[in-house]
């Protein structure tokens, strides 16, 4: 599976952004897809995913009320609407698929077999 990650750039605060993941080599029917995110000298952190089999969705806490994940299964792509951006939200923000992930392990990067390149965020204030 090769992913494309794509969508960033440079945003107010308070802006919003819509970031695709595109997936090829394979149909994600048993997949769940992710968005993780690294800010300057930070720790990858887990953003949201999704399972493309059932549709259920997974929100780090900062994510819930202002992210929003979805696949179109069509285009075999993921998207990441991201709402009222915060200069904290800046990033690398990167997309990764695993299949068959088992519920307690969708918020680990370690759970994810492939990863795309990233995609550079920028919140100014």
């Known amino acids: 599976v090769q992913l494309q990650a794509c969508g960033g750039g440079l945003v107010q605060a308070g802006d919003s952004l819509r970031l695709s993941c595109a997936a090829s080599g394979r149909t994600l029917g048993s997949y769940v897809t992710g968005w993780f995110r690294q800010a300057p000298g930070k720790e990858r952190e887990f953003v949201v995913a999704i399972s493309w089999f059932s549709g259920v969705t997974y929100y780090a806490d900062f994510a819930k009320d202002r992210f929003t994940v979805w696949r179109d299964n069509a285009k075999n792509t993921m998207y990441l609407l991201m709402n009222s951006l915060k200069p904290e939200d800046t990033a690398v923000y990167y997309c990764?698929?695993?299949?068959?992930?088992?519920?307690?392990?969708?918020?680990?990067?370690?759970?994810?077999?492939?990863w795309g390149q990233g995609t550079q965020v920028t919140v100014s204030s």
């Open positions: 990764a698929a695993s299949e068959r992930l088992i519920v307690s392990s969708v918020a680990r990067e370690s759970s994810y077999y492939y």
